[in-house]
């Protein structure tokens, strides 16, 4: 936790940062998404925060924060805990500005990031393995900051790191030649939403911000209903660049000062416009990278409106892809699994295949659970289907079957033996 916000920060915080960073942080472009323009009648550009050399925003606000520790601070050294992007950014913003740090990584962090953050920082960073989670990670990044005096840099709590995250809000109105209508960016701790409220507040009061948070760790929406940042008891981390389980102090401070319309996407909603950005666009995105634009569909974008979306970060990982595709086709009504008990008799399975699935239907998974006794054999069986309004004619064919068929709904328990 940080220390209570006292004078949050202004716009002029915002330009001076963007004069801080500069030559340190790319100023990154604008791309025109011909797909989600054609859907939402507007125009719509991608902020392409995903072509950093850290492949996210995250270098803005630490390089902000760092450029500005003194002589006895910079001797001391940073020291910060992340599960990847920040860690990248920190390590990136250290390399460049020649300041020694300790990162600690929980050890769940997938290799490809370790690598990542230890190649970015060179001599000038440690990459330290601290816990099982990234808590435990942030537990011994502050223990280290007590015993060795070092700075600990916040990944989003703290008014310089604001500052440095609201420059895009700067770039985008001065590459668009004027303030968009909208802004939408994704939301983890809350610093990017701060920094550009900040922002757009003072300078161009009448663009529309939305801040966009997994539905699985919506920590910035509880904090606006329970009037100050809390601890969520439980978050789904699959989106891990946005997976926080409580908002920042000094975040959730510019959030309240300025009210910005807020939205929770379901996981899978966020799977389904990351292969669209990919198959389309031709953009990599990591899950919190598609983030902000998987929220374009729900939240009444009007025809002919300058729309920004902000695509933040790219650090994926291939081997994720298989799991991506599934989340998609469950949120979208295609892919769907049952518990059958089929009766020990011969054919039964070339029955189920005759009787009960569609034309267009394809068994995607098949496999024996266990044999209860010698008459039944229950098994798992995911269908894949042609059309999700194929859905109602299976469940119908199977309630005339002689099986026994359970559905088992997303929100089973069993899920987890299957994601």
């Known amino acids: 936790m ?3 916000p006292r004078q949050l920060p202004t716009a002029a915080d915002v330009d001076a940062a963007a004069g801080r960073i500069a030559g340190r942080v790319a100023r990154t472009g604008l791309t025109l998404s011909a797909r989600l323009s054609e859907a939402t009648g507007a125009t719509v550009w991608l902020k392409r925060e995903d072509q950093q050399q850290v492949r996210s925003y ?4 630490a390089a902000n924060l760092i450029a500005q520790l003194d002589s006895e601070q910079i001797w001391a050294g940073v020291v910060c805990a992340s599960a990847g992007n920040h860690a990248q950014g920190v390590a990136y913003a250290c390399s ?3 300041v020694n740090a300790r990162i600690y990584l929980p050890a769940n962090t997938p290799r490809q990031k370790r690598e990542r953050v230890a190649e970015l920082g060179g ?3 440690e990459v330290v393995v601290g816990g099982q989670t990234y808590d435990e990670a942030a537990a011994a990044s502050r223990e280290d900051a007590e015993r060795t005096g070092a700075t600990l840099i916040p990944a989003f709590d703290h008014p310089h790191t604001i500052a440095g995250q609201g420059t895009i809000a700067r770039e985008i109105t001065e590459d668009l030649g004027a303030a968009p209508d909208v802004l939408v960016v994704p939301v983890g701790g809350g610093g990017l939403l701060a920094g550009c409220l900040t922002w757009m507040a003072e300078r161009h009061p009448h663009t529309r911000v939305v801040g966009v948070e997994p539905a699985g760790a919506a920590c910035m929406i509880a904090a606006t ?3 100050g940042p809390t601890t969520l008891p439980e978050i789904d981390r699959f989106i891990d660049g946005a997976a926080v389980q409580r908002a920042g102090d000094w975040t959730y401070a510019v959030v309240a000062a300025h009210a910005p319309e807020l939205v929770a996407v379901p996981e899978g909603r966020v799977c389904t416009e990351m292969i669209a950005l990919y198959q389309t666009e031709g953009i990599i995105a990591e899950p ?3 983030l902000a ?4 569909d729900s939240i ?4 002919g409106q300058t729309v920004v979306v902000v695509v933040s970060g790219g650090n994926n990982d291939l081997l994720r892809y298989a799991e991506v595709m599934e989340r998609s086709l469950i949120h979208e009504g295609l892919k769907h699994y049952f518990l059958v008990d089929f009766p020990q008799e011969p054919g039964m399975l070339r029955q189920f295949l005759d009787e009960v699935l569609g034309p267009d239907d394809d068994i995607a998974l098949f496999e024996y659970v266990k044999r209860n006794n010698r008459d039944t054999g229950p098994a798992l069986v995911g269908i894949e289907l042609g059309s999700r309004d194929d859905l109602e004619p299976l469940l119908a064919r199977m309630e005339e079957s002689s099986m026994e068929v359970e559905p088992i709904p997303p929100d089973s328990p069993l899920f987890r033996f299957i994601l």
Request: net charge negative.
């Open 2 to 4: 940080s220390e209570a």
């Open 58 to 61: 995250k270098g803005r606000g």
């Open 96 to 98: 460049t500005l020649g």
């Open 123 to 125: 001599d000038w960073v």
């Open 225 to 227: 209903w329970e009037g």
């Open 288 to 290: 919190a990278g598609a």
């Open 293 to 296: 634009a998987s929220a374009l």
């Open 300 to 303: 009444g974008i009007e025809p």
